[in-house]
C-alpha cells in the first residue's frame, strides 16, 4: 500500500455539562456529541525520508512536534511497537481551527484508525479510543464518531440512538475563545441551567428530532464576555428565523450551529451567514 486516505469528522455538542473540577485539573463532563460532515483527509504515505514527517498546507497549524497528529501517531507507535520511521502524514484542513468542532482532534483520531488500517495492527475501536484518551480530551469520542454520550474527561463513551437525519449549519464568528480561560470561568460561577441530558437520550432514543432540538444547552453559553454572548446569540436567533429547529453553541465556541429539516432553509441561513462569517458549512449528520 502506497497511500492511505481516512476522513476525520468535525464534531458539534448537542449538549455539553460541566460537573464540577477534578483533583487533576480537568473538569469532570457529561454531553451528547455528534458527527458532522465537514471533515479534514488524513492522508498517509511511505516516503524514501526517515523519521515521521507531517505535511500540512494550513500555516497557524501547531509545528509538527506539537501538532495532534503527530502526538497521536507517537502514542500509535508506542502502544503498538510499529516503526514510523519514512511514513508522511499529510492534513487537508477544512474544519476551522479552535472553533469548539474538534479539528484537531478528529484529525489525532483519523491518523489512530489510518496506521490501524495501514499496519494491518487489528485493534478495536475501543481499543484506539484507548489510546487517544492520552492525546487529547475529545479524540476517544472522535475514533467511535456518530452520536455518543460523552462523560467523566470525554473517555466514557456511550453510543446513543443516532441524530435523525437533517442538515446542520456551522457558523464559526469571527473570535476564537481560550478553552482553559472558559473553564476557569465556570468554575468561578454558579450555573443557572444545566442540559436535560436523560431527556435528549430520550428523544433520540424515540427518533423525535424536535425533541432532540429543544433539550440543545451548552453550559459554557451563560459565562461567555458579553459581547461575545451577543454575537452567538444573534447567529442562534437568525438561525431560528431561517427556519432551524434549534440551535447552539458547540464545545467551547465560538461556532454556532442550527439544526433543519428543510435543505433550502438551511442552504439560505448558511449563504446568509456565509457573507459576513467565511467559515459557515452546510453540512449533514454522519451516523
Ligand atoms: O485534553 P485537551 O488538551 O483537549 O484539553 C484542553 C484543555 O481543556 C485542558 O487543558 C483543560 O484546561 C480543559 N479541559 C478540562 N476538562 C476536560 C477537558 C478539557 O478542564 N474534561
Redesign the pocket.
Known sequence: MKSLSVSAYAKINLTLD?LG??AD?????CMVMQSVSLADTVTITQTDGTGLSLRCGAAFLPSADKNIATIAANAFAAHTGVSLDGLQIQLQKRIPVCAGTAG??SDGAAVLRGLNEWFQTGLSLPALAKIGESV????PYCVLGGTALAQ???ERLTPLAPLPDCCIVLCKPGFSIS??EL??KLDESRLRYRPDNAGICRALEQGSLQDVCRRMFNVFEQVLPASRKLEIEEIKGFMLECGALGACMTG?GPTVFGVFTNEADAQRACDSLRATRPDTYLTTNIR
Do not use: I, Q
Not at 136 to 139: H, I, N, R, T
Open positions: 460541566v473540577k477534578r485539573g480537568y473538569h469532570d463532563l484537531g482532534s487529547g480530551s475529545d479524540v467523566g474527561r470525554g478553552t482553559p473553564f476557569r467551547t
